[in-house]
């Protein structure tokens, strides 16, 4: 009776094993995508952000050379980036020490790009956040799935050692009471 119990066993458990071998592909395929969209999602969010900086500088550098050149200060492009401005600033300096311009214009200029670049600052500050909000928002309900396919992941490892373990102590069982089937032949020399 041992032999039949062990055989069913493992029959049955080498079924347990082999459904919860195909859960467990499932639920690794689901929890790779997810991963994944989490990264897509976030690289954009990334290159929303990145844009939307640029944006802001290019705007920030057009309103300094808009300025500029209301005041009657020499031409700059915009396009030279902040490095640009730092320049044109020392050119300024520059000429001025010539008399080229007045101090007055010179401080006007500066203080106009002080305030500039504080409110910059400022903005960027909360489109940082706005982002950073937006992102949390979008991306929680995808890594609250994530979270709850690695635990069934986990627990289905679990599970698995479990029924493999029984596996082989009914494979251990079957073949163990299979040598009381054996005949036992007398007279054998």
């Known amino acids: 009776m041992g ?3 062990g055989a069913y066993g493992k029959l049955m458990t080498g079924k347990l094993v082999r459904d919860i071998q195909f859960q467990m592909i499932g639920i690794q395929s689901r929890l790779r995508r997810v991963t994944r969209e ?3 999602r976030t690289k954009m969010y990334e290159a929303q952000e990145r844009n939307m900086k640029n944006t802001m500088q290019m705007q920030m550098q057009y309103t300094l050379f808009g300025y500029a050149q209301a005041q009657g200060l020499p031409a700059m492009n915009p396009a030279m980036g902040m490095s640009g401005l730092g320049m044109f600033g020392q050119q300024c300096m520059g000429m001025a020490n010539f008399g080229a311009f007045n101090s007055t214009q010179i401080q006007q200029y500066s203080a106009m790009q002080q305030m500039v670049q504080m409110q910059f600052a400022q903005a960027q500050s909360m489109w940082q956040n706005m982002f950073e909000m ?6 929680q309900a ?3 799935l994530e979270d709850s396919l690695q635990i069934e992941k986990d627990n289905l490892e679990s599970r698995l050692k479990i029924a493999q373990q029984e596996y082989e102590a009914y494979k251990q069982e079957e073949k163990a009471d299979a040598k009381g089937l054996v005949p036992e032949y007398t007279g054998q020399a």
């Open 3 to 5: 032999f039949l119990m």
């Open 38 to 40: 989490i990264g897509d």
């Open 134 to 139: 937006q992102k949390q928002a979008d991306l």
């Open 142 to 144: 995808l890594k609250d």
